[in-house]
């Protein structure tokens, strides 16, 4: 018999599954299982062959595959298709994923850029540009919990309450910028923050009261606007 095409190990005919065996070649029981399990937790079969492809490549670490168990299921892969008759719609398939990955990386990043050139006030105007659409009230916000022992100091991680507050305040910009983004606009206006401070506490199984950590909330409010350089 054979050896496995992953780990090499010598296969009997009583462990080798009919499954994985093609052109003289075969995994073992125990490489065919792992795959199998992994294809099944995905909601994968063989049926889609250009996506299990793609598991294939991007799996190789969890599926265990070494470079011959990639080859032998990449071209099992192959195999499969050839005697599929829906196997050409698979390659579109992949492709059009692929494709669409591309797609969503490059929105990514002109989102990014977006944000980062994004202008916000407190104020109602921007120098030198004008406001050419009004898209309405926007809002961010975060929250911290904050341990009831000595708030002021530095916290496990090094973190005082002022390291925190800058922390939840920025990511509640980076909200209100995104929520701008969202409605097609490049800039906020009349930014401002609101604060709330909470005091839990919930009883005890004991029938006493326990004091949870403060959480403090942070929101950014603001107008989405777009606006327009003046041209003089
Ligand atoms: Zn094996």
Known sequence: MANCANCGRRITAFNSDPHFNFSDQTLCQN?????????MDNKMGWNSVGITRRFIRQNKDRLRLNDSGIEF???YADYIQKNNPDGAEDEEDEEKLEEEELK???????????LSKMLISSGFNFEGYRIVKYSGYISGDDAIQIPRSGIFDRGR???????????IRRRAL???KE????????AVIGVDFDYLTLDPETASLTGGTVYEPYVICVTANGNAVVIEKIED
């Open 174 to 176: 980076i909200e209100l």
């Open 31 to 39: 490489c065919s299982d792992t795959f199998n399990s992994l294809l």
């Open 179 to 186: 929520a701008a983004y969202d409605l097609g606009c490049n």
């Open 157 to 167: 991680n090094g973190e005082n309450l002022t390291d925190a507050l800058v922390k």
């Open 104 to 114: 969503r990386k490059e929105e990514d990043l002109e989102k990014r850029i977006a």
């Open 73 to 75: 299921l990449l071209s």
